[in-house]
C-alpha cells in the first residue's frame, strides 16, 4: 500500500472534479466530494479501484493501471451519483465502466480499459434466451444510438432510482435488451437512395452503385462503411438451405394452461434454428426448425410434435415451399427520420386486391425451394459452416479451416456459380421496432396479403405446399395496431400476433450429418431419441 504524492494526489482531485462537472450536465445528477485518503494499493480483485469508507483506492494489481487512472477516477466518480439502494450493482458497474470508455480518447488506452471491464465482468449466460456481456453490449449500444443511448440510459434510471424502484438484475436485463432497440439512425437523401439500391439488388459492384445513387466509388465505400458501423447495415453470405436438402418448418404453438412455458419443450432438439415469443395473439411461441432430409429425422419431429400436443399445446405446422422478402421505403420521411405508414389508405388497398383479384398482377416475392444437384465434398460443407458464422472472405476461411487458399478459392467458386453462396444486405435500427405474425390458411386471401405486403416497410414472405401463407413483418412504432386495423377487413381471414424482439437460437450448421460418400444427410438419431425422451 502506498499513498499518493501531493502532485499526484491533486492529479486524481482535478480528474475527479471535471467528472463531477460532466456527470452533472449530462445526466443531472451530483456526485459526492472525492474521500480525503486516496491510496495505492493490490487488491485480490478485479476491480480497477473502489471506495472504501473514506478512502479511494487504485488497484495496482490491474494491468495498465497508470494508464487509466483517468478512466477508473471517472468510473468511480459516477459509481458513487448513482443510487446504489435502488439499481442492482451490475447495472451500476457498467453504467460506469462504459461512461469512463466513453472520456477516453487514446485507442490503445481505450482497449486497455475494454479488457480490463471483460475481466471484471465476463461474458456469462444467465438463461438459456439471455448472455450477459456488458463491454459488448454498450459498444454495440454507442454504435446504434452514439453518446446519446448512454445518457438516455442514465438519465432514465436514475429517475427510477428517485422514485425508490428498486431494478434487480433480471429487470436490468430486460431492460437494456428492450430499450436499446428503440433507438434509431435518421437517413438523409442520399443514405437512403443507397439503402434502396443494394437492397433491391445486393450484387451490384461499386461501380453500378455510384452510377445509379449519383455519388462516386469512394463515397459509395465511406457511406456503406459508416452505415456498416452505425449497425445500420449489415451484409450476410448465405447458404439457401433449400438448395442444399434443409427444409425449414414454423411452429407456431399456443398453450391450453397459462402456466406452461413451450420453451422447454424445443430447447433440446437438434433442429431448433429460433425461438421467438408471441406476446400477443392466439399463439404463445414461433419455432424455426431447419431439418436435414431424411425420413427418419421427419419421423421422430413428427413424433416429438405429437408429444408436445399431448402435453396440452396446440400446434400450427407450417412448411416453407416458397420464400422471398422485400423492403419498402415510400413512407420513410427523410427530413425527420419517422415513418408515415397511411394506414387508412393501405386498409383500402389491400381491401381492393382482395375485391378486384389483383394479386396475381402484382409479381411475387417468393421463389419456390430448389435443391441442387452438384457434388459437395467435405471442405464445401465446411466453407458453408464458415459463411453461416460470418466469416466470408477467402482469407479468413483459409485461416479458420487451415487449408490453401487456392482450395478456397475453388470451393467458394464452385459455391457461387451454383447459388449456395448468396449475399444479401439488412437494414436495422431505422425505427422499425415492432414486430408481427400473419398466418393465413386460406390461399386466396394469403395471396392478398402477400401482394399487399409490398406497401409494408419490411416483410418477409413464406408459403407451404398447401398455399398456406406465414408472414413476418418489422413495422414502426404503432404499426402493429395500424396493420391489425388493415387485416380487420378481410373478415377473419387471418391471424395476427406481435413478435418478441428478443431471439434465441443456438443452430449450428450440420457438418457432421453429411454423408460424403452418398451425398446425403444423415439422422441424428441418439440426440433425437434424447430430446424426445425429455418430453415425457
Known sequence: MQKLSREHKHQVVQIWKAACQSIMESFGLAPPEIPPEIRIEAMNKPAPGMINDCSLIINSSVPNYEDVLSATISKLCL???????????????????????????DTKTKKKWESIWSNYSPSRKVSQLVEYNPRAGYIWLQSVAGDRGLNIFIQELAHRGKNHLPLSFEDYMQYFSAR???????LDATELKLVKTITNAPNLSAKEISDSVGISEEWVSRKLSQLQKQMILRKFLRAPF???????????????????????????????????????????????????????SIRFIERGLKHIVALGFDIDLHQIHSAGSSYNFDYYEQKNGQWNNPWELLAIHLQRIQSDNLAASIPRVDTPSQRTEIELDELDMKVIQCIGRGIGSVSKIRSYLQVGQQRVTESMQKLRENGLIRKSWEVHNIGLNEHAIIYCKYKKIGETIAAWSLRLPRSIVTFSSKNELLLLADLPTGGCYGLASALDGLNDGACMGILSPQTYGSWGFPVPLWDFTYQRWKCPKKRLETWISQLD
Open 180 to 186: 436499446v432497440r428503440r433507438f434509431k439512425n435518421s
Open 242 to 296: 433449400s438448395h442444399i436438402g434443409i427444409q425449414m418448418f414454423q411452429v407456431l404453438v399456443s398453450r391450453r394452461e397459462p402456466d406452461d412455458d413451450p420453451f422447454n419443450l424445443f430447447k433440446e432438439c437438434p433442429f431448433l434454428y429460433s425461438y421467438r415469443k408471441v406476446v400477443s395473439g392466439k399463439w404463445n411461441a414461433l419455432a424455426t426448425l431447419t431439418i436435414p432430409e431424411n425420413k427418419d
Open 79 to 105: 459509481q458513487q451519483a448513482l443510487p446504489a439502494d435502488v439499481l442492482c450493482k451490475e447495472c451500476i458497474d457498467d453504467l460506469s465502466f462504459e461512461f469512463a470508455r466513453r472520456s477516453i480518447r
